[in-house]
């Protein structure tokens, strides 16, 4: 009787033994894939036009980085077309040949990263929700699949605050090269994508078939190593404990933002000026309003006002640069970026200082 208890208590626990032993090991195997996932990385990319090459930094952006290669482990992205070829803007892909596909990981959100550096040519970063196809919405989500490489010096994308996350590094030969003979009309571009997105890639083919795509792409087993940082030189003006940061406002739209730090009143900040202060290092709170109105004459004027906060996070010895912008359509809409420094000292050179806010001013 007691051996037949001890051999059914062995049946019990074995099994159990054997479930945690695995749950152990694919724990670890989790945590290894997560620690190799944060260490900067290769992928060959091979489409119809021949293979390029991108290095992956997790360190610049964290979450874009994790998704890129969750889609390259996955298989995701082979059979993508560039559907997006815009010289000196955009090329862009991300979008599977099976549409239901692109839907399944389209509704997987992705964190937006605060971008470390401003976008350059060669750099990719994931996209973000267009207003008519054209201008990032500032409050837009990022498109958890569309990847762009930036053509260009990144006008749009540092306007958006996208953080680029990784760079083409061989082969760029190839990413110029990509047909562009849809782009001739880029409101059938927008459609053809619209399709690409809903039907799938076989939608297309008949109507456009000479877009390139990727065939294959793979991780590569070789060392990475991160990019030297640009060197930032703390302004000799700057007293010890202190940073300086500059809010500026490009663009020629006709709003004034009214600018406040801390809650102290600080500026009015129209387009092509700026405002500069130091600061103690630390915590701060960057808030602005502005009221709109609408109308052509007094009868039919009718104001709206809008209100923005932004965390500003400052350390010691630096400039920080914020870049404010409004939208383009939707004008009750504001918002702040984060830009590099050395993106945001050539964007906002030539401004005028912005008028000075008294606690007075309403």
Same mark, same amino acid.
């Given at each position: #009787?007691?051996?037949?208890?001890?051999?059914?208590? %062995?049946?019990?626990?074995?099994?159990?033994?054997?479930?945690?032993? *695995?749950?152990?090991?694919?724990?670890?195997?989790?945590?290894?894939?997560?620690?190799?996932?944060?260490?900067?990385?290769?992928?060959?990319?091979?489409?119809?036009?021949?293979?390029?090459?991108?290095?992956?930094?997790?360190?610049?952006?964290?979450?874009?980085?994790?998704?890129?290669?969750?889609?390259?482990?996955?298989?995701?992205?082979?059979?993508?077309?560039?559907?997006?070829?815009? /010289?000196?803007?955009?090329?862009?892909?991300?979008?599977?040949?099976?549409?239901?596909?692109?839907?399944?990981?389209?509704?997987?959100?992705?964190?937006?990263?605060?971008?470390?550096?401003?976008?350059?040519?060669?750099?990719?970063?994931?996209?973000?929700?267009?207003?008519?196809?054209?201008?990032?919405?500032?409050?837009?989500?990022?498109?958890?699949?569309?990847?762009?490489?930036?053509?260009?010096?990144?006008?749009?994308?540092?306007?958006?605050?996208?953080?680029?996350?990784?760079?083409?590094?061989?082969?760029?030969?190839?990413?110029?090269?990509?047909?562009?003979?849809?782009?001739?009309?880029?409101? =059938?571009?927008?459609?053809?994508?619209?399709?690409?997105? =809903?039907?799938?890639?076989?939608?297309?083919?008949?109507?456009?078939?000479?877009?390139?795509?990727?065939?294959?792409?793979?991780?590569?087993?070789?060392?990475?190593?991160?990019?030297?940082?640009?060197?930032? /030189?703390?302004?000799?003006?700057?007293?010890?404990?202190?940073?300086?940061?500059?809010?500026?406002?490009?663009?020629?739209?006709?709003?004034?933002?009214?600018?406040?730090?801390?809650?102290?009143?600080?500026?009015?900040?129209?387009?092509?000026?700026?405002?500069?202060?130091?600061?103690?290092?630390?915590?701060?709170?960057?808030?602005?309003?502005?009221?709109?109105?609408?109308?052509?004459?007094?009868?039919?004027?009718?104001?709206?006002?809008? =209100?923005?906060?932004?965390? *500003?996070? *400052?350390?010691?010895?630096?400039?920080?640069?914020?870049?404010?912008?409004?939208?383009?359509?939707?004008?009750?809409?504001?918002?702040?970026? *984060?830009?590099?420094?050395?993106?945001?000292? /050539?964007?906002?050179?030539? #401004?005028?200082?912005?008028?000075?806010? %008294?606690?007075?001013?309403?």
């Amino acid at each position: #009787m007691f051996e037949e208890t001890r051999s059914n208590q %062995s049946a019990r626990i074995l099994p159990l033994f054997a479930a945690l032993l *695995l749950a152990a090991m694919a724990g670890a195997i989790g945590t290894a894939s997560a620690d190799s996932a944060a260490e900067p990385f290769a992928v060959s990319v091979e489409t119809t036009r021949g293979t390029f090459e991108v290095e992956v930094y997790p360190e610049w952006a964290p979450a874009s980085a994790a998704r890129f290669r969750e889609m390259v482990d996955a298989g995701y992205l082979e059979g993508s077309p560039f559907h997006w070829v815009l /010289e000196g803007s955009q090329t862009e892909f991300g979008l599977n040949p099976d549409a239901s596909l692109t839907r399944e990981w389209t509704e997987r959100a992705l964190e937006q990263d605060p971008p470390s550096r401003q976008v350059e040519k060669g750099y990719l970063h994931f996209m973000m929700e267009l207003e008519a196809g054209l201008f990032p919405k500032p409050d837009g989500a990022i498109r958890p699949t569309r990847i762009g490489i930036e053509m260009g010096n990144g006008p749009f994308a540092n306007g958006a605050g996208l953080a680029p996350f990784g760079r083409v590094v061989e082969g760029w030969e190839i990413v110029e090269g990509f047909d562009a003979g849809h782009m001739e009309k880029p409101a =059938k571009a927008r459609k053809m994508i619209k399709q690409l997105e =809903k039907k799938g890639y076989k939608s297309i083919t008949k109507k456009y078939p000479d877009l390139d795509r990727i065939e294959r792409i793979v991780v590569l087993d070789r060392t990475v190593d991160m990019p030297s940082a640009p060197l930032r /030189e703390t302004p000799a003006d700057l007293a010890d404990g202190m940073a300086r940061v500059r809010i500026y406002r490009p663009g020629e739209q006709d709003q004034v933002f009214k600018l406040s730090i801390d809650g102290v009143k600080r500026a009015k900040l129209k387009s092509g000026t700026y405002f500069e202060v130091d600061l103690p290092a630390g915590s701060h709170q960057l808030s602005a309003k502005v009221r709109f109105k609408f109308g052509a004459t007094g009868l039919l004027d009718k104001a709206m006002a809008a =209100k923005q906060f932004f965390p *500003l996070e *400052l350390e010691a010895g630096t400039v920080t640069y914020v870049r404010a912008w409004s939208s383009f359509f939707e004008k009750q809409k504001l918002a702040f970026n *984060l830009v590099a420094p050395e993106f945001g000292a /050539e964007d906002s050179a030539g #401004m005028e200082p912005a008028e000075l806010l %008294s606690e007075d001013d309403e």
